[in-house]
């Protein structure tokens, strides 16, 4: 009866459509200001979208309709227009959405080193990269220099740990700035709402001095900088997250943005049992701010707050016992950013606190850390025709007090095993100064120098860190950027890396081509790192191509090759991110005006381990004492390949509210991806600990404007 009820409705539509007269439409799109042409453009109508097309290269369309017809034209980043279909010849001018999509520069940009980044994302990017997923760190994840050897948005830059890596948001560190939201033990997302972001730097080496405390790749991230015309509101809903984010005028002068997410777990479990059978539980809840006010003509101020509980269970395997990994974690952060500018001058304060509490055990293992980071930076900044001048005080203190108990035999951590209690408090104290100039004497070139000079604290050391840059434009499409510089940082326990000092010197050439839509990447680089009195050389190189066939096809490939090496005493082996390929590929296709498809694919070299060669049973503990091979006999683990791939659809529901639906398969051919090699009770059977196995994820995003 049902299938004769829609048959019979399908058939009567049918008719009904026929019934009416079919007129063609011609038209361009084009962007109301610059009155360039918007390529991929969506036009469709309102009485049928399914219909819809997409404008070409010129922003030029085609498109059949029933007479009298209403049209509705869409853009990410542009605010939607409806047009009437009685012109047979259309003419659409789109404007920029203010709320949605910022602008990319402000009046005076607060880094002067812009010229010498190698990436810049604007928020779109985020937004339409498959890689990303809508995450800005996972943006960043996608580029050629990125190194990141886990499923994770901590990022690694040019084989450099991800300690490392600086994150800067309204030009104040933000340590720790991932979530565990992908639940598998390993994987996370970062706490940054892209909502927010305007747009973010990469510099994947030599970052530059106006920044302190990094001593590998910088990643600038800006907040949005302008007052919203009206309310908009957008909440998404999926198996694993329910959020909302407001950005609400509160004044004239003045706007607020707000956003929550609750993240649990039971829904996405059941969806995907395989895959998640070693995660027991997790729960995230956030709450973040954001407020920008102008204050006169010549000033604004930002004010961000971010908070998040969160907590996770997942199965935990060691030769000496089976446990539960568990982790609670909180924290809060708050940055203010005072920027005031003059006719030739531009000068800034910014300031950021951030306090958080974390415990953690597993077997005979438990750890309770809480850390305090305090922030302040003054800045003034002159500008001339052709020189800009850029001097500035900095103040980067971190505390961190940690306590619990840890085995006293690494190989021995059940519960039952013996532990020693520890309690310690350390600071990182960095106090500093800084001068960055830049000058361009023409179109074409443009040269940076920077020092920076910290003041020694208590038993810290004296240190100098400097860089030089040259960004030349070889002609009208292609650049050249040279990057050189010593640079230094103070890290306490909280990764990876031990706590101590650490000093890198580094050289880096990119290269790249960019015309009619395609864009090609050259780059080789060197780093030597001396965290303490080791010492870790990394040389590597980067090819890359972005290039887009179409207004519905694009295309992503890279290639990367490291060669690091760790010298620790007078042992030399391969670092984890010695890797002979590291290969990317994504693409997209805008299979309509409201269904698109991406794919990526993965494929790297396995990372090296230390292989078990011998056993001996400890009587007193009753349990087996490991042999390791020695650094000449480091093994390989297989190679790590995945395919993920995503379809997505947008339903205009009315004129001011739409939705967005999207599926995922992530590692669609379910490759096991060995992560690690765990061993049997008594080591004679090694086994494989694995990456996310196939997961299917799904959702949708409602926005209100």
Known sequence: MKKLFFTFAFLLNSILSLAQSQVTIQGKVIDAITQESLAGASVYPLSDWQQGTSTDNEGSFTLEVTDNDTLMVTFIGYEPQVVSAAEKELFVKLKANVQSMEAITVEASSLVAEEFSIKKIEQLEIYTNPNAKADPLLAVNALPAATTLDESASIS????????TGIFLNDV??????????????????????????QLQVFPSNPPLEFGNTSAGLISLQTIDRVPERTSINAVVSPANIGVYANVPVQSNAGVA??????????????????????????TLD??????????????????????????????????????????????????????????????????????????????LKINMQNQDVYFSANYTRFWDAWTLKIGVTYDHRRANMEGQTPVFGYARAPRHPVQQFQSVQHAKAPEGYVYGKYQPNQRW???????????????????????????????????TLSAGRYHQQVIPQSELASGFYRSDQFSIDYQY????????????????????????????????????SPKLKTQVSYTYLNATIQENENTFASPYDLNYFVRASSSYQVSSQWSLSGIFIHRQGTQYQP????????????????????????RLPDYSTVDLSIS?????????????????????????????????????????????????????????
């Not at 830059?157 to 300690?163: E, H, I, K, N, T």
């Not at 996770?312 to 539960?324: E, K, M, Q, V």
């Not at 604290?457 to 050249?480: A, C, E, G, V, W």
């Open 157 to 164: 830059l040019r084989g450099g740990s991800p300690a490392q």
């Open 173 to 198: 560190p933000v340590y720790d700035a991932v979530r565990f939201a992908q639940v598998n033990g390993i994987g996370t997302f970062s706490i940054f709402n892209t909502a927010l972001i305007k």
């Open 258 to 283: 707000l956003f929550s997410n609750f993240q649990p777990s039971g829904i996405i479990q059941a969806m995907n049992p395989e895959a998640l059978r070693d995660l027991e539980h997790f729960q």
């Open 287 to 364: 709450f973040g701010a954001h407020y920008f006010r102008k204050l006169g003509d010549k000033s604004n101020l930002k004010i961000f707050n971010y908070a998040v509980s969160e907590g996770y269970r997942f199965a935990s395997r060691h030769p000496s016992g089976n446990d539960t990994f568990q982790q609670r974690k909180w924290r809060n952060f708050t940055i203010a950013n005072l920027q005031t500018q003059y006719e030739h001058s531009l000068v800034t304060f910014n300031g950021g606190f951030s306090i958080s509490d974390m415990r953690f055990s597993v077997g005979n």
């Open 446 to 480: 443009t040269f940076g120098l920077g020092v920076r000079k910290n003041v020694a604290i208590n038993d810290q050391p004296n240190y100098l860190s400097y860089q030089l840059n040259t960004h030349y434009r070889l002609m009208k499409h292609q650049t050249l």
């Open 514 to 549: 960019q015309r009619s839509g395609k864009t090609i990447s050259l780059a080789i680089f060197y780093k030597d790192d001396r965290p303490g009195k080791n010492q870790q050389q990394t040389y590597g190189a980067e090819v890359a191509a972005d290039i887009r066939w």
């Open 612 to 635: 078990v060669i011998g056993r001996q049973w400890n009587t007193d503990l009753e349990v087996y004492a490991p042999a390791y091979a020695p650094f000449n006999q480091i093994q």
């Open 649 to 705: 659809r947008i339903c205009p529901l009315t004129e001011k509210i739409s939705a967005v639906f999207f599926g995922n398969i992530n590692n669609t051919l379910n490759r096991q991806n060995v992560r690690t090699i765990n061993y049997s009770q008594d080591y004679s059977q090694p086994f494989n600990e694995l990456f996310s196995q196939r997961a299917f994820y799904a959702g949708v995003v409602l926005q209100w404007q």
